[in-house]
């Protein structure tokens, strides 16, 4: 099952058919999740604590998306339902082989990892891969999502601890530049600054003769790499700080869906479900006079869930706070979903499911430290 994982991540950046299909890494997940059902190990008092959150919350999105399935007469709703559930299964999975041998699951995560930003990297230097707009996206589906995939690698890569966290982290900023992500840069600045913060008391004292050799290591790979990429780095930078002073009308807040929020007040109490746009229009009454769904992880939950499902999910959130270091991983995801659907990743729920187990674990997380 590890290896399964092993080749599932190494594989994640490869999208061989258009957003919201079945790609290839997949069916590595799926496979690992057969091998799950068939050892049927009862689930652990540990695995209900952190997940009964997300069951919850995807109880409600059921509810709703199938009562607008059948009033819109349109089974877009029953595709978002999919996406929960396939990413209720893989954290599922994940944390089960996370629980049973944690230093393994983390060998073989890291191992993933690296194979994945090698391939790609060799990928970036032969120049092949996709662009759109100048942005470079390489196999993925576009290049939001390819930001996104690479600052949550950063993320689980630090909460986790893998043994090359460090290398992962310069390698997969290298991978976010290249996007020319305003939203990925902000967000992945935003987590460094709080770490620089939590850590400015101890970071002298990490550097003792211990930490000595992985510091220099780390140095000379960070210089190597911008060596190598200097010209490609300078370029895509330049091209993202163009693009913060662009003033397009799909760059605001209110142009992602959150005036709909102040305009459509019923649908923040009731729901409005999420799904039906697939004929060019929200509902067969175009209450949202829009082609574009909300493009925003919480306004689309509070529009699509109502009061009800933005408590459940604000009762995830509250699961997590006991994990002290909750802040540094939660508010680079908030910002990043102020303006981006993050709900159907997987990686999101990884990254929320592995806080909700510190928060309890807190000295587990500082044996892995």
Sequence with gaps: MYILV???????????LPNGFMQIFDLFFILNFFLYILKRKKISSEEIRC??????????VCIVNIMWSIYD??????????FYFYNLFF???NLRLFLENG????????????????????????GLGRQWQGRSYLYFGDPNQMSYFYVSTILISN??????????????????????SRSGLLVISSYYILLIIKSRNSLIKKIQTKNLKKI???????????????????????????????SGDDDTLFSRGWDRIYFYPKYVILGSGEGGYEDGQKFSKSVFHSTLETHSTWANIILSYGVLGSFLFLNIIY????????????IPLFLNGLSKVDTRQTTFWFIIILMIYFSKNNNQKEKIQ
């Excluded at 966290?165 to 290249?178: A, D, T, W, Y």
């Excluded at 790499?225 to 091209?239: G, K, R, S, V, W």
């Design 6 to 16: 092993l080749l599932y991540f190494s594989l994640r950046s490869f999208f061989i």
């Design 51 to 60: 997940l009964t959150p997300f069951v919850l919350f995807i109880g409600i």
């Design 73 to 82: 007469e349109s089974f877009s709703y029953l595709k978002s339902i999919i």
């Design 91 to 93: 954290v599922l999975v």
């Design 103 to 126: 230093p393994l699951y983390r060998k073989y995560l890291d191992k993933a990892v690296l194979i994945n930003l090698v391939i790609n990297l060799v990928l970036l230097t032969l």
């Design 159 to 180: 909460l986790l601890n893998l043994k090359n966290k460090n290398i992962i982290s310069i390698l997969s900023l290298l991978l976010i530049i290249m996007t020319s």
């Design 216 to 246: 220099i290591v780390t140095i000379f790979i960070f210089i190597s790499f911008l060596t190598i990429y200097h010209q490609e780095i300078n370029e895509q930078l330049a091209f993202t700080i163009s693009r913060f002073g662009e």
């Design 319 to 330: 699961k997590f706070l006991k994990y002290r270091d909750w802040y540094l991983y939660f």
